[in-house]
């Protein structure tokens, strides 16, 4: 009922952390998949991997592992999406081969599709084979935030059993300016709304590099998370950073505030292999 992990797993910085040190980029998702129970599967969004590229993340990959495929741009980038369906639904014929390893697959609307287009993101969705594939939707036009067009959004994504991603960008905006996070800030100054859609949560939590600053946001998380998870909601958590480095870090941490609010949440597969950091000890929460 609940999966944890990052948007990545290619990244080479993480090489002497979260990965052993000398460990090649061919073993990286196999090392992930060690630690982590789901990863975002942001490169999809650039380009489809083909069959073998697909069997491959399968056999590097523990049973109840999750993929959660971004569709690509050339889908969500190219105007109006109901004449991208077939491309779709391609997309998803070729993420089938992930067979148990697929979890819900989403759908990321740029910044200039707005409620002007609510209608054609009707028909896309009415097109979508929803009993192949679970589907989620992350908005980014602020239009969709006015409580108005909020109501009208989370109509439509429930009357489609479709779920609404829910975006928090709060900790790299509501920090004091600093030129590394400005420089960084490649997502949206987007409202949260943390309602839902249907009975799966996928939360993207991009989070500040300090974990002091993330701490009340952690645990305004974790007492949301702890209270879904005991309605019996599923929730993927992915945790971003400006910063890549610290990614793996961060979704730890948030993993142990999770624990120590009493989140029904299975251990992290990551602890099985090493010990804890130093950071969990100012665990003082509730």
């Known amino acids: 009922m609940f999966r944890i992990g990052c948007a990545i ?4 910085a993480w090489v002497g952390g979260l990965y052993p040190s000398g460990s090649r ?12 129970t789901t990863v975002e599967g942001n490169t999809t969004f650039y380009s489809t991997p083909d069959e073998q590229t697909v069997q491959r993340w399968v056999m590097d990959t523990p049973a109840g592992f999750h993929f959660c495929p971004k569709l690509p741009r050339d889908v969500s980038h190219q105007g ?6 077939p491309a779709a639904i391609a997309f998803l014929d070729r993420m089938a081969g992930l067979g148990d390893r697929l979890g819900p697959m989403f759908l990321q609307l740029p910044p200039s ?5 609510q209608d054609d993101l009707r028909a896309f969705l009415a097109g979508w084979p929803h009993d192949r594939a679970e589907l989620a939707v992350e908005v980014r036009h602020l239009d969709w935030f006015r409580e108005v067009n909020t109501i009208e ?4 994504l429930a009357g489609y059993h479709t779920s609404r991603v829910l975006l928090d960008t ?9 030129p590394q996070i400005r420089s960084e ?6 409202p949260l709304h943390k309602t839902l859609t249907t009975d799966t949560a996928l939360i993207r939590y991009i989070s500040h590099p300090s974990l002091d600053f993330n701490e009340p946001y952690f645990q305004d998380w974790a007492r949301q998370i702890t209270e879904w998870l005991q309605a019996d909601k599923r929730v993927y958590l992915f945790i971003h950073c400006p910063v890549e480095e610290h ?4 979704a730890r941490q948030f993993q142990y505030w999770l624990e120590q609010a009493g989140a029904p949440v299975p251990p992290l597969p990551w602890d099985a292999i090493a010990q804890p950091p130093e950071e969990p000890q100012q665990l003082s929460l509730f």
């Open 25 to 36: 980029s061919a073993d990286f998702l196999r090392l992930y998949g060690q630690r982590f």
């Open 80 to 85: 109006l999406l109901a004449p991208q369906l």
């Open 185 to 190: 800030r490649k997502k949206p100054r987007v």
């Open 113 to 117: 599709y707005g409620p002007a287009q």
């Open 9 to 12: 797993w290619a990244y080479k």
């Open 170 to 178: 709060r900790p790299i905006y509501d920090c004091p300016d600093d």
């Open 247 to 250: 990614s793996p870090r961060n």
């Open 153 to 156: 959004l989370t109509y439509l």
